[in-house]
């Protein structure tokens, strides 16, 4: 419903014209491609949204499809476009006066530090986002850097902490019904139990979490694949257990 009505603000941008209709409408459609892992099909469109805001002359809307077209660059294995345009964002941001932006931008860059194996850089970017998201108590990117922070406290071995922040996240995303972020959460909570040795409770998340995906077309972020990846073939290599008696 939310592509159909994206593709029909298009129309209606192109017709009027309207640069700034037309990139919010573009951007839409990058989300919706971005969350099915359709990455190819996210640039095509973050581009097309970028191209659009910068014609708008609405510095809000520059920064935050700036920052999404960076995320997209960096999904789709281009880092170096990437990168750039999410520092692009973060300057923006900063020069707006807009958090929730400035959080997204070092958000996104943290994720993509993270599944390039940059773990000190993920780590300081997560905590910066986080300290951005929390000035205005921006509850869906709060769920999102806690989770970031979460993966990076399990490979610190530091379990207490992501246990607390992925509760902290689940119930963000619970009370939001932000179901491809309950995956994603279900998902690192998973990879925390694997790696503190409870197996079963790590499958019932997993099976938990593929469900939700299932339900709603999406899939983990890059940043979380790499670490899913590593656990699922672990799982899949343990013996079947055996029943007592």
């Known amino acids: 419903v939310a592509v159909e009505a994206a593709h029909r603000q298009l129309d209606a941008a192109q017709a009027l014209p309207d640069a700034e209709l037309a990139a919010l409408a573009e951007n839409?459609?990058?989300?919706?491609?971005w969350a099915r892992g359709d990455y190819s099909a996210a640039g095509t469109h973050h581009r097309a949204a970028l191209s659009s805001a910068r014609e708008s002359d609405r510095p809000w809307t520059l920064a935050l499809i700036t920052a999404l077209a960076g995320r997209s660059a960096h999904a789709a294995g281009d880092h170096e476009t990437g990168d750039a345009l999410l520092r692009e964002a973060e300057a923006t941001a900063e020069t707006v006066g807009e958090p929730m932006v400035l959080g997204s931008a070092l958000d996104y860059r943290a994720h993509a530090a993270f599944a390039s194996g940059h773990i000190e850089e993920a780590a300081a970017l997560a905590t910066r986002s986080l300290a951005a998201y929390s000035s205005i108590g921006y509850q869906e990117g709060l769920a999102s850097s806690g989770t970031l922070a979460a993966q990076l406290a399990v490979l610190a071995g530091s379990y207490a902490r992501a246990e607390t922040l992925l509760h902290q996240a689940?119930?963000?995303?619970?009370?939001?019904?932000?179901?491809?972020g309950t995956a994603s959460v279900l998902e690192a909570m998973a990879v925390l139990d694997h790696d503190r040795g409870d197996h079963k409770q790590a499958e019932l998340e997993l099976a938990e979490a593929t469900a939700l995906r299932h339900r709603t077309g999406t899939t983990p972020s890059p940043a979380l694949q790499v670490q899913l990846t590593r656990v699922v073939r672990a799982l899949s290599l343990r013996p079947p257990l055996v029943a007592n008696g």
């Open 170 to 180: 689940l119930d963000v995303c619970q009370r939001l019904r932000h179901l491809g």
């Open 28 to 33: 839409l459609l990058g989300m919706a491609a």
